[in-house]
């Protein structure tokens, strides 16, 4: 019931929006975009994913584990779906952690320790680049330099939270005591999906599993640098996907403004508040940030919708 509800308000966010900036224009603009730039909106999603799930494949291989290509994508379309429909996008990384360690027989804290790692080299690539984006508009120019900093602070927040992550990755046993709890709430769900759970619910276990895991596939550093090129492949994509629908619906942005909104809209969609997708949030969120680099608000909300539909919904 709470899922239905959050998903309804997010749902009714999206819409008030809608209405407030007009269902007319937000018509009129989407029916204005060429055919042939949806098709490459949609070919770049499809590279997307197959950067996506690479960046993942091999790490998994890094640690020792094989994985047939085709399974690995499966599970990473399986969690990106378990994110648009569950309150959180830690199910998105949940259900993966849970569907390695199933197929490759993988121990749960190396799955898990693969899972972050995947989703830390993400972070490191679209934070840099919309660092580049932000001294680029900087020197450029024609952006109040007020507004780039207030607009440097939840990249610099999410800079903070990956030092963190990286610290207690390299020493995990500093968060035993609340892993301890999570472990003893989330092994019955594990063992639901997964029968023969490769685990047995000791985080001291977990944690050793977790950092040996972690290193290994620190000490494999092809395989870091490959994983992270098809990362820097799959945010280079979805940069590509919104300044292509910004470009075709005649708003005057340039690359630099495509990547720092894009960000934002990632960002927003990591913050851990139970409205599946982010939903509504998203859009608001993404519209503003374009509102404030001189895109028209109607045009800003359109390119956000149509990105939104290429990108999850088909």
Not at 198 to 207: E, P
Request: glycine fraction near 8%.
């Amino acid at each position: 019931m709470t899922r239905i509800l959050s998903f309804v308000f997010g749902i009714a966010v999206l819409i008030g929006f809608i209405y407030y900036v007009g269902f007319g224009s937000i018509e009129s603009i989407l029916l204005s975009v060429n055919p042939f730039v949806i098709i490459a909106m949609v070919g770049l999603q499809f590279l997307s994913l197959g950067f996506y799930a690479s960046a993942w494949y091999l790490l998994i291989r890094s640690v020792g584990y094989r994985m047939p290509f085709l399974t690995c994508q499966g599970i990473t379309l399986a969690s990106i779906f378990a994110v648009y429909t569950m309150p959180s996008g830690v199910f998105l990384e949940g259900a993966r952690c849970i569907l390695c360690s199933k197929e490759t027989g993988m121990k749960f804290g190396e799955s898990t320790a693969t899972v972050i790692l995947h989703r830390m080299l993400y972070i490191i690539g679209f934070l840099g680049s919309t660092a580049l984006s932000l001294i680029a508009l900087m020197v450029i120019g024609g952006v109040n330099s007020v507004i780039l900093e207030e607009l440097s602070v939840i990249p610099t927040i999410s800079v903070v939270g990956l030092i963190v992550l990286l610290y207690l990755s390299l020493d995990p046993k500093r968060i035993q005591p609340l892993l301890d709890h999570v472990l003893r709430f989330a092994l019955p769900i594990i063992r639901l999906v997964q029968k023969n759970a490769v685990m047995d619910g000791k985080v001291d276990r977990f944690l050793d599993e977790y950092r040996l895991g972690f290193r290994k596939m620190l000490s494999e550093k092809l395989q870091i640098i490959l994983s992270f090129a098809a990362s820097i492949g799959d945010w280079g994509c979805s940069v590509m996907i919104l300044w292509i629908v910004l470009l075709s619906m005649g708003a005057h942005a340039s690359l630099w403004v495509a990547m720092i909104t894009l960000a934002i809209g990632k960002m927003i969609q990591m913050t851990p508040i139970a409205i599946p997708g982010m939903v509504g949030i998203y859009e608001a969120a993404v519209t503003s940030t374009m509102a404030v680099f001189a895109i028209p608000i109607p045009i800003a909300l359109s390119a956000a919708l149509l990105s939104r539909i290429v990108t999850v919904w088909l």
